[in-house]
């Protein structure tokens, strides 16, 4: 995709599987793409498709033993990191790769006040004295916007708002300087003026410290305001992939053109209906042969019972489909 | 012009809450709604957009005369909510409903789907008949786009799209004039999102219905609303038809929210001058003075701190309340 720069992380054909009740499915399935040094890459898909497996699957946090990365290779600079143990798994996180999740709440600990929490990788990692990190720690909330940072230090996740809490996420997740940032849908509970402000400031403080950013969402907004490349998931597998305007413009894959069509525009008419993908979201339990979206597709025939395989339309622009050319 | 079907009159809704200090009793005062007046025109859709704790909610509860305002009316089709005595309630009740916006947790999970068509039809003694009864769910099914067949099963077996479905049917089974519908589609997929609102606007007019549309995502509103209302801690800032409140937003709040949102198409966002607002949303216990959007206002200046706004006629189709437009 880029000739220029070698990927910082390259996924391939990662397979995570669930057992579940109802048998085992593949929330990720034959995942692979790329990650560029200071890129802003988006992953777009409506729920279940396996955006999150995805995120958790490079960090590591699949949860076992139900859940489990059957295959594939995760290459951080060249290096597997599937191979790793725990405890050198435990360098990368935070470090190299942080993860900023959808819901502060869970993922801060309630009963630490903010200083613990905000210290902690920094000595973790950096081995910064406790003055120092504290220091550092200030810093970072004046750098993520928040007013006066002394006194939010003392404080506990509960006494803050959830546009506060994304705020904290994002200083811990940048306190180690990574390489590389997944913000799986950082926004998703906030107000759309607080959404603004955060992912505002994360853009800025990516750009400055040339941080990859992998942002994870369903709003095709969002995605198309920030993210470079778009990666489009259903059912498990990545559709298509592209740079964002190319794919924007001109998609490749009948579920990308549908999502496209079905977002309200603002100054649609009321009296408009808007163009709906038909049909339900696919169950992973039960999935056809062949092409996962052929239930909802109008561009069917024989081919797609045999599962098409992502293959280039042209030089950065990739579809899982055999007839994409039909595409209006 | 259209007739005004529900009138809301200054209304107020100011809940007490005990506080949950473990040291004092205190009781804090919310200040849920703070003086809201608006009217809702025959077979229109409002569209009421707002951030989360604005009010919204509680403006379509008192709507539906389920929380008494502490303050102000509502009158539906001239006759005023609070005055009204049980048979002439019972009457009202059977032209209002409401769908909620999770389909998870208003589905009663141990009811079959008829059942839960049939519940309200039952409550109102509309269709003492079994058989008529069945029939009258089936078609309601179809007109919602469901197979008819699957009356006897369960919420769980079903898709959030296909369970919003279910509970619009409920809300259509007893003839209502007047639908609330509370964030509807907040919790469906995007493609699924798109079938619902078609399906609604299909809906409205097939059975002239009149709708309140309440949604945080001003792009949803706006496809679906012949007139919008923005809220703020309580307070309407603006009302406006569709049209001229995107084209032509007075109220600096609306102006940010439609910046806010992140149109999808990566060209025209690269060119787009966006106002992002500073600051938090302040508490409804402890609204600022005066405007109580002034704290993250990028105009405000010291009299918005002193005085209250009112919304204000600037055009036939627009009402704004702010002090620096005038
Ligand atoms: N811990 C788990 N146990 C069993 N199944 C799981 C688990 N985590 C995820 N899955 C399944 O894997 C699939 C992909 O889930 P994932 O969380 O990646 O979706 P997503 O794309 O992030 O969706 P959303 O937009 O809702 O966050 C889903 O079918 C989900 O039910
Ligand atoms: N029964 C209640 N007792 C006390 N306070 C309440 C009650 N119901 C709502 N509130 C408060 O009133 C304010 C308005 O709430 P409301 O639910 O109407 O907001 P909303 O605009 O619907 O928000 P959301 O978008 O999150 O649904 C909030 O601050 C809320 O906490
Ligand atoms: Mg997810
Ligand atoms: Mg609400």
């Not at chain 1, 999150?52 to 995760?74: C, F, N, R, Y």
């Not at chain 1, 607080?194 to 800025?204: G, R, V, W, Y």
């Not at chain 2, 919204?56 to 509860?61: N, P, S, W, Y």
């Not at chain 2, 009299?303 to 189709?317: A, D, M, Q, V």
């Amino acid at each position: 995709m880029n000739e220029l720069k070698s990927p910082l992380l390259k996924i391939e054909n990662l397979q995570t599987q669930f057992k579940t009740s109802e048998g085992i499915i593949k929330a990720a399935n034959n995942v692979s793409f790329e990650i560029y040094p200071g890129e802003v890459i988006g992953i777009v898909g409506e729920s279940g498709c396996g955006k999150s497996v995805t995120a958790l699957s490079i960090m590591q946090l699949i949860p076992k033993p139900h859940g489990e990365i059957k295959d594939g290779q995760i290459l951080y600079k060249n290096k597997d990191i599937l191979n790793l143990n725990e405890k050198e798994m435990q360098k990368i996180r935070g470090n190299e790769i942080s993860i900023i999740f959808q819901e502060p709440m869970t993922s801060l600990n309630p009963v630490l006040t903010i200083e613990k929490q905000l210290t902690e990788q920094m000595l973790l990692h950096l081995g910064l004295k406790y003055k120092d990190a504290r220091l550092k720690a200030i810093e970072l909330l004046e750098l993520v916007g928040m007013p006066d940072p002394k006194s939010i230090l003392k404080k506990y996740p509960h006494n803050l708002s959830g546009g506060m809490r994304q705020r904290i996420m994002i200083a811990i997740a940048i306190s180690c300087n990574p390489k590389l940032i997944i913000a799986d849908e950082p926004t998703t509970s906030l107000d759309v003026t607080i959404q603004a402000q955060i992912l505002e400031t994360l853009k800025s403080i990516c750009e400055t410290s040339d941080t990859a950013l992998v942002l994870i969402t369903h709003n095709l907004g969002i995605i198309a305001r920030y993210a470079k490349r778009v990666i489009v998931m259903y059912a498990g597998k990545i559709v298509e992939e592209g740079n964002a305007v190319d794919l924007y413009n001109s998609p490749k894959h009948p579920y990308t053109l549908g999502l496209l069509r079905s977002v309200p525009k603002l100054n649609s008419s009321p009296d408009a209906n808007l163009e709906a993908i038909p049909g339900n979201p696919p169950d992973l339990n039960n999935l056809p042969n062949g092409c996962s979206f052929q239930p909802r597709c109008y561009l069917i025939n024989e081919k797609c019972n045999v599962e098409p395989t992502i293959t280039p339309v042209s030089d950065q622009h990739r579809t899982a489909c055999w007839n994409y050319t039909e595409l209006n | 012009m259209s007739k005004s079907l529900i009138q809301i009159n200054n209304v107020k809704m100011h809940y007490k809450s005990s506080g949950l200090s473990l040291f004092r009793k205190s009781q804090q005062t919310v200040k849920a709604l703070d003086g809201v007046t608006l009217s809702i025109n025959e077979k229109e859709t409002l569209g009421l957009v707002g951030e989360s704790g604005s009010g919204k909610t509680t403006l379509g509860r008192c709507v539906l005369n389920l929380i008494k305002p502490t303050e102000g009316y509502v009158s539906f089709n001239g006759l005023i909510l609070n005055e009204l005595n049980s048979k002439q309630m019972r009457s009202i009740r059977k032209q209002i409903q409401i769908v909620f916006q999770d389909p998870y947790a208003s589905l009663n999970p141990r009811m079959t789907c008829g059942d839960i068509i049939a519940e309200p039809i039952i409550i109102h003694g509309l269709i003492p008949n079994k058989t008529e009864r069945e029939h009258k769910i089936k078609s309601l099914l179809e007109t919602v786009g469901l197979n008819p067949n699957i009356i006897n099963r369960y919420p769980n077996e079903f898709s959030g799209g296909q369970r919003q479905r279910i509970a619009i049917a409920r809300a259509l089974a007893i003839n209502p004039k007047f639908i609330v519908l509370d964030e509807p589609i907040s919790s469906l997929d995007v493609s699924i999102q798109a079938q619902i609102i078609n399906l609604l606007k299909k809906l409205q007019r097939q059975f002239n219905l009149t709708y309140l549309f309440i949604a945080h995502d001003l792009s949803v509103v706006s496809n679906i609303s012949n007139r919008v209302a923005v809220m703020y801690l309580g307070h309407i800032v603006e009302i406006a038809d569709t049209a001229d409140l995107y084209k032509n937003p007075k109220h600096p709040y609306t102006k940010a929210l439609i910046s806010a949102i992140p149109i999808p198409d990566p060209t025209l966002e690269s060119q787009r001058k966006r106002l992002i607002l500073k600051g938090e949303v302040p508490s409804p216990i402890n609204p600022p003075s005066g405007c109580v959007f002034r704290t993250r206002c990028p105009i405000a200046d010291e009299k918005c701190s002193t005085t209250n706004p009112t919304l204000k006629k600037i055009s036939e189709t627009q009402h704004v309340s702010c002090l620096k437009i005038s």
